[in-house]
């Protein structure tokens, strides 16, 4: 009776290993089934335009005219100004966190502050941009004398750029912290001013590491997709400033992927989505890389 | 001598400034993060009563109404995503912790990594392709798959960090109990990881809870109210955008207050997770 109950357990056991082996097999396959989904699903798209695809700056999916120059351009164009917007903002933080703020209790409602802001869902974002930030631009665009559109670029950026700030800081204010004490010491004791050593020495210090939260944000800025297509304009044209309507490779997707039939069209849309997917791994990638040389240098 | 002084006093001002600037720049983030909160519960709050949970939403012109379909269907669809991923995510956590000989371990974790890179919308294409596709209609079960798979690598990643957290005596000590391999996991290494891993499993529900983009070609939204997952199904996120981008009053009003309803879930869920782990 005893031995059999230890066959049981032992094939439970063997059954339970297999499993697990099972789970790390299954993680490789889907990730395998869903790159190739997407190459399956916009081959059609990729042998009929190839390549001019990417350079031709015409999208119309009625006379079946495909390329996705406008919404590449558009998405560099907002994810690059976000960026740019965020990034005073970012260092700031990530300096007043990391180094100068002692106060633990302040410290925690900032960090629990860019948590919340990292939390809020992204189409929140988007309807807040629609109903409060798009008037305020048209306000502006009138006064200025341009077509008040209100959702465009503009619109976009400065959403984006509030979006990502809390991806940035969380790994700069962790580098800032990460700067060793002797040296950080060994300058104060030269009499170096907080400026100055956070200038001299912890800068040049967690460079790297500032550049990679900074990289992975901007991949966040690309593929961010409810917020943007809600107040960015869906507009298939390259913009020519930042006050136009624009579309970005996300945005397009999830404005025209539900209503589109023609074939070459929901191909031509994945193959927007694979062109993104293709970008945001390089950049994700590349940041991965950047913090693990770091964690494994301190 | 007179000339150090002047010098000393310019450090001084620079330093200053650059730390006045800091702050100002640090404090700035305040006011957008206010003016978010101000609006949604401002404009929310009205309208997030009894009516806004019992209720379905009202056709255009009729003033009132509610969420009713759009609760049901998140979680539903919220529901089946956690049913799916997180045992398998726990899976994936304990084969990438435990099995670190295995020939694949090192390319599942890239994979994990990957997929948790993945912007939200390519979700939203693939399971559309896998499910949507093959049977020609949208269905609450492909916006399940959609987001499971998104919610799957933050559960592993969770896993994975709480198990390597776990030293190694006590599985040692579960052994030398006479326990096997099966037993040690799940009766001594799972129940001492439980606070890692219930707290990513709350972080990865609040992420998911507002996904709107992998909704769009999945769920896709229903103006009645439905219980059945093989169906479009609506949701939470999916009528945030509807009823923004359209022009009706009372419909901004419904949008208003379902986001003050899922802020107040998502930032629950983030407070909760933070108290598990202490």
Redesign the interface.
Same mark, same amino acid.
């Given at each position: 009776m005893k031995i059999m109950i230890n066959l049981t357990?032992?094939k +439970?056991?063997q059954l339970? !290993?297999k499993?697990? +082996?099972?789970?790390?097999?299954?993680?490789?396959i889907?990730?395998t089934l869903?790159l190739f989904?997407?190459i399956f699903?916009s081959f059609l798209s990729l042998k009929t335009i190839s390549l001019s695809f990417l350079f031709n700056t015409n999208w119309q999916p009625n006379t079946g005219n495909f390329g996705a120059a406008p919404f590449i351009i558009g998405t560099l164009f907002t994810s690059i100004l976000a960026l740019l917007i965020s990034i005073?903002?970012s260092l700031?933080?990530s #300096?007043?966190?990391g180094y100068?703020l002692k106060n633990k209790k302040r410290k925690n409602t900032?960090e629990t502050?860019m948590?919340?802001?990292a939390?809020?869902?992204?189409?929140?974002?988007?309807?807040?941009g629609?109903?409060?930030l798009v008037p305020i631009i048209i306000k502006l665009q009138t006064t200025l004398g341009i077509i008040p559109y209100g959702v465009g670029i503009l619109a976009a950026s400065l959403i984006l750029s509030?979006m990502i700030?809390p991806y940035s800081v969380t790994l700069g204010k962790d580098v800032i912290n990460l700067v060793p004490t002797d040296l950080v010491e060994a300058a104060i004791g030269l009499g170096a =001013?907080?400026?100055?050593v #956070?200038k001299h020495i912890a800068i040049p210090y967690s460079l790297s590491g500032l550049f990679a939260g900074h990289l992975m944000a901007f991949?966040r800025a690309?593929?961010? =997709?409810?917020a943007v297509t809600?107040v960015i304009g869906n507009r298939n044209f390259i913009p020519k400033s930042i006050m136009d309507p624009a579309n970005t490779l996300?945005s397009v !997707?999830?404005n025209e992927?539900?209503e589109a039939s023609a074939p070459l069209h929901i191909s031509s849309?994945?193959e927007l989505?694979l062109i993104?997917?293709i970008i =945001?791994?390089i950049i994700?990638i590349i940041g991965?890389i950047i913090v693990k040389a770091y964690t494994i240098e301190t | 001598m007179k000339l150090n002084k002047t010098n000393l006093e310019k450090r001084l001002l620079k330093n200053k400034i650059f730390y006045e600037t800091i702050k100002i720049f640090s404090y700035a983030l305040l006011i957008p993060l206010a003016l978010i909160l101000f609006y949604i519960i401002k404009n929310g709050i009205a309208y997030l009563n009894l009516d806004f949970f019992i209720k379905m939403p009202a056709p255009v012109g009729e003033t009132g109404g509610g969420a009713l379909s759009a609760i049901i269907g998140s979680f539903l669809i919220v529901g089946l995503s956690g049913l799916i991923a997180i045992p398998l995510g726990m899976l994936i956590g304990v084969f990438l912790a435990e099995f670190k000989e295995h020939k694949i371990n090192n390319l599942t974790r890239l994979a994990v990594e990957t997929l948790q890179g993945i912007p939200s919308i390519i979700y939203g294409i693939v399971a559309y392709a896998w499910f949507v596709m093959p049977f020609g209609k949208f269905s609450g079960i492909s916006a399940s798959i959609a987001l499971a798979l998104m919610m799957l690598p933050m559960v592993a990643k969770a896993t994975e960090e709480s198990l390597k957290m776990i030293p190694y005596t006590l599985k040692e000590a579960s052994y030398a109990l006479g326990a096997n391999y099966y037993t040690t996991i799940k009766k001594v290494i799972l129940p001492s990881c439980q606070k890692g891993i219930t707290s990513g499993v709350l972080i990865g529900i609040s992420r998911i809870l507002g996904e709107t983009a992998p909704l769009l070609f999945t769920a896709f939204g229903n103006a009645f109210l439905n219980f059945n997952m093989a169906k479009p199904i609506n949701a939470l996120p999916l009528l945030i955008y509807n009823y923004a981008s359209s022009p009706y009053q009372e419909w901004h009003q419904i949008a208003w207050a379902s986001s003050l309803f899922l802020i107040i879930i998502v930032l629950g869920l983030s407070i909760i997770s933070k108290n598990v782990i202490k």
């Amino acid at each position: 009776m005893k031995i059999m109950i230890n066959l049981t357990t032992h094939k +439970k056991n063997q059954l339970f !290993i297999k499993t697990l +082996k099972g789970a790390g097999y299954l993680t490789l396959i889907i990730l395998t089934l869903f790159l190739f989904t997407l190459i399956f699903n916009s081959f059609l798209s990729l042998k009929t335009i190839s390549l001019s695809f990417l350079f031709n700056t015409n999208w119309q999916p009625n006379t079946g005219n495909f390329g996705a120059a406008p919404f590449i351009i558009g998405t560099l164009f907002t994810s690059i100004l976000a960026l740019l917007i965020s990034i005073p903002f970012s260092l700031s933080i990530s #300096i007043y966190i990391g180094y100068f703020l002692k106060n633990k209790k302040r410290k925690n409602t900032l960090e629990t502050l860019m948590d919340l802001l990292a939390g809020i869902p992204s189409v929140i974002y988007g309807f807040w941009g629609l109903m409060v930030l798009v008037p305020i631009i048209i306000k502006l665009q009138t006064t200025l004398g341009i077509i008040p559109y209100g959702v465009g670029i503009l619109a976009a950026s400065l959403i984006l750029s509030l979006m990502i700030i809390p991806y940035s800081v969380t790994l700069g204010k962790d580098v800032i912290n990460l700067v060793p004490t002797d040296l950080v010491e060994a300058a104060i004791g030269l009499g170096a =001013t907080p400026y100055e050593v #956070i200038k001299h020495i912890a800068i040049p210090y967690s460079l790297s590491g500032l550049f990679a939260g900074h990289l992975m944000a901007f991949g966040r800025a690309i593929s961010e =997709t409810m917020a943007v297509t809600m107040v960015i304009g869906n507009r298939n044209f390259i913009p020519k400033s930042i006050m136009d309507p624009a579309n970005t490779l996300a945005s397009v !997707i999830a404005n025209e992927f539900g209503e589109a039939s023609a074939p070459l069209h929901i191909s031509s849309l994945i193959e927007l989505g694979l062109i993104l997917l293709i970008i =945001t791994t390089i950049i994700n990638i590349i940041g991965k890389i950047i913090v693990k040389a770091y964690t494994i240098e301190t | 001598m007179k000339l150090n002084k002047t010098n000393l006093e310019k450090r001084l001002l620079k330093n200053k400034i650059f730390y006045e600037t800091i702050k100002i720049f640090s404090y700035a983030l305040l006011i957008p993060l206010a003016l978010i909160l101000f609006y949604i519960i401002k404009n929310g709050i009205a309208y997030l009563n009894l009516d806004f949970f019992i209720k379905m939403p009202a056709p255009v012109g009729e003033t009132g109404g509610g969420a009713l379909s759009a609760i049901i269907g998140s979680f539903l669809i919220v529901g089946l995503s956690g049913l799916i991923a997180i045992p398998l995510g726990m899976l994936i956590g304990v084969f990438l912790a435990e099995f670190k000989e295995h020939k694949i371990n090192n390319l599942t974790r890239l994979a994990v990594e990957t997929l948790q890179g993945i912007p939200s919308i390519i979700y939203g294409i693939v399971a559309y392709a896998w499910f949507v596709m093959p049977f020609g209609k949208f269905s609450g079960i492909s916006a399940s798959i959609a987001l499971a798979l998104m919610m799957l690598p933050m559960v592993a990643k969770a896993t994975e960090e709480s198990l390597k957290m776990i030293p190694y005596t006590l599985k040692e000590a579960s052994y030398a109990l006479g326990a096997n391999y099966y037993t040690t996991i799940k009766k001594v290494i799972l129940p001492s990881c439980q606070k890692g891993i219930t707290s990513g499993v709350l972080i990865g529900i609040s992420r998911i809870l507002g996904e709107t983009a992998p909704l769009l070609f999945t769920a896709f939204g229903n103006a009645f109210l439905n219980f059945n997952m093989a169906k479009p199904i609506n949701a939470l996120p999916l009528l945030i955008y509807n009823y923004a981008s359209s022009p009706y009053q009372e419909w901004h009003q419904i949008a208003w207050a379902s986001s003050l309803f899922l802020i107040i879930i998502v930032l629950g869920l983030s407070i909760i997770s933070k108290n598990v782990i202490k």
